[in-house]
Structure formats: C-alpha cells, structure tokens
C-alpha cells in the first residue's frame, strides 16, 4: 500500500467502503473474461460433485477485484466465508483457532496471505493438505502435539506478491488466477455500472474518459466517479460529459493518463535524480522515501505494462514515453 504522503484521489491506500459497488455474482463482474471462465468451470465442477472446491489464489495489483472475486466465490458456492489477512495472524495458535473452528465447506479468505509468518505458513500448507492441524498442548518438557483432524474447507489467498510465496504453499492452490489491470473499454462498462448504482448520470464518452484516467483500475474509476459525482452536484449538470470529467478531475489532479502522484514521484526521480537509470530498485526507494515492496508491487507494474518504464538487467530505467510524459506535465504546470 503506498505512503500516505502519495495518496491522492487516484491513491490505492484507503479501502472504497461502499459495498454497494461490489459485484455479487461471475456475471457482473465486469472484465477479466478468461478469469471468469475458469472460476465458473472450477466452482460449477465442485457443485455438481457436490465437494468443497479446492484452494483459490488470485493475485495481482491492489483494487482490482482480488477481494470481490472470493466473496463472489462464496456467494456462487453458497458458502459461508471467513476473513483473516496474512499481517492479523500473528502467532501460529491466532491461525490455529481460526483452522479449528471451521465448518465443512467453508471458505478461508486470507488476505496478503504472502505476509504470514512462517510458522503459520507450514500450519496452513499441513492443513490445507491433509486438512489436520496439530495443537500443542502443555508448556515446557511436557508439552506434546496433538493432531486434530479440520473439516474440509477452501482456502482463497490473496496477495500482490505471487512471487513471495514459497513453493510448497503455492503447490497448495488447486487454481492460480492472476488478475491483469483492465482495459479503458472494460473500465468504462464498469463505471455505467457503478453510475447506474449510484445514480450519477453520465454520457458514454465521459464513461470512456473517465476509464482512461483510472490507471486500469477499478477501485481508482469508482473513486473518480464519485468525485464526478460531486461536480454533477455541486454544478448542477443533468448529464456529465467529457468535459466535465475533465474539469472535475483537474481539480484533484488527476493526470490524463491515470497515473497517480506515486508515479509520477517515481518516473521523475528516475530522470532527474538517476539521469533516466538505469537504477536498482533500493536506490529508488531510498530516494522516494518509500518502501521498495510498495515500488515494486503497487507503482512499477503499471508503469511497466504501459511502457513508461522498464526494467533491465542493470536495473530500472525511463522509456522515451515516460520523458515525454513528464516533459508534457511540466509544460502544464509552467505554461499561463
Ligand atoms: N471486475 C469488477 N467489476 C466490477 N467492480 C469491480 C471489479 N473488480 C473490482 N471492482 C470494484 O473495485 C473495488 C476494489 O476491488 P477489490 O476486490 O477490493 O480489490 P483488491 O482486493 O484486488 O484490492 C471493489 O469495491 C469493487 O466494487
Ligand atoms: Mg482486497
């Protein structure tokens, strides 16, 4: 999760609490076709068998749809679900009360799972297994450890970090789905969604415009909508267009290509502290004063993806996009 000194309306640190937004079902999720399908042949498969579905990770980009996906896994299962997160579990037995309290075919929803501990990791890849969990009883030289058999159930980790999880947890997962930021025209049919739910009238190009500057993310589009949202209010328009989505998001310095003031932090220190790179990653991080985790997780692979940046062998450096990006920026910035 980015410092909060980079978040901004288009940040990704603080949680959109409206629940009203979130899709309950495969069909509204928006988006992601490829990921939908193979969910709807893994759960239709567990429910025809009549059997708990195996273990789910979804990985990917924070605001994505990683925590919707498992509530829509439980609602489609017709299963109670339970939540924890990788940083909330902070000794083995936190974990172990959790196991054993399970009903059967519950599902297990564990966020940042590549945050657990360790020795919590080898209790859950055990009970994930076997579906048994070993409680120790006693303290000292009399302590002994009891086996106790769990219920089956299913796992839905999520995580930012695939690449951190070790081996034998990753084994565990009977399915591995890796969520991929959206396309503008995916993002624009989730917020007519989203504007449909909150009744926010707004034209299909300011939809698409929207789309565009949400960074490939829909948490970030249904923040923007709202503030939209608010300059239909506060300005009293019957239908927002683009230009209104434009002069709205100005205002909260939304940059026309989505990217956020972590970015932005980022592509400008790799040209003008780094002369363009190439630089590793903790130099990076040093100079942001950020943690290279939330660099390498939450900024770079969107910088990356749409080419802004890229990363060599000597370590990261700015495309000739990314300069032009910033040079455009800062003509804004100086220009009347
Ligand atoms: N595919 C989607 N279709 C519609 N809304 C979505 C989709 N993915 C995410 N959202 C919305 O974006 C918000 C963030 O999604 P979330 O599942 O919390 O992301 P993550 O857990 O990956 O950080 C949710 O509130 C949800 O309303
Ligand atoms: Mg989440």
Excluded at 57 to 63: E, F
Excluded at 107 to 113: G, M, R, T
Excluded at 178 to 204: F, M, N
Excluded at 297 to 307: C, D, F, H, K, Q
Aim: aromatic letters at 6%; a neutral charge; proline letters at 6%.
């Amino acid at each position: 999760m980015p410092d909060d000194k980079f978040s901004s309306v288009t940040g990704a640190s603080s949680e959109l609490s409206d629940e009203k937004l979130r899709p309950h079902t495969l069909e509204s999720f928006v988006g992601q076709s490829e990921i939908k399908k193979q969910m709807h042949l893994f759960l239709n498969a567990a429910k025809k068998r009549k059997k708990t579905a195996d273990h789910i990770l979804l990985s990917g980009p924070p605001g994505l749809g990683k925590t919707t996906m498992a509530f829509i896994a439980s609602e489609e299962m017709q299963v109670p679900m339970r939540i924890t997160s990788g940083p909330a579990v902070q000794h083995p037995g936190d974990l172990a009360s959790i196991l054993s309290s399970l009903e059967e075919g519950e599902i297990l929803f564990i966020d940042e799972i590549h945050r657990l501990p360790k020795v919590a990791e080898e209790m859950l890849y055990i009970a994930m297994e076997d579906f048994r969990v070993d409680v120790m009883v006693g303290k000292g030289p009399g302590a002994a450890s009891i086996p106790l058999a769990l219920p089956h159930f299913t796992v839905v980790g999520a995580t930012t970090r695939e690449g951190m999880l070790p081996s034998p947890l990753m084994t565990r997962f009977g399915l591995s789905l890796r969520l991929d930021y959206y396309k503008p025209e995916e993002l624009a049919e989730l917020v007519k969604r989203s504007a449909g739910i909150l009744s926010i009238s707004i034209t299909e190009g300011a939809c698409m415009e929207l789309a565009r500057r949400s960074r490939g993310t829909p948490r970030i589009a249904n923040r923007l909508l709202k503030r939209v949202g608010d300059w239909v209010t506060v300005e009293n328009i019957k239908a927002a267009d683009e230009e209104d989505v434009k002069k709205a998001l100005e205002i909260y310095q939304v940059d026309p290509c989505g990217l956020d003031r972590l970015d932005i932090a980022l592509l400008s220190a790799l040209e003008l502290q780094f002369n363009g790179g190439p630089v590793g990653l903790k130099n990076l991080a040093a100079v942001l004063g950020e943690n290279a985790e939330t660099i390498e997780s939450v900024a770079e692979p969107y910088l990356i993806r749409e080419g802004f940046m890229a990363r060599t062998r000597k370590g990261r450096v700015i495309t000739p996009k990314g300069r032009r990006h910033l040079s455009v920026g800062r003509r804004d910035l100086f220009s009347d």
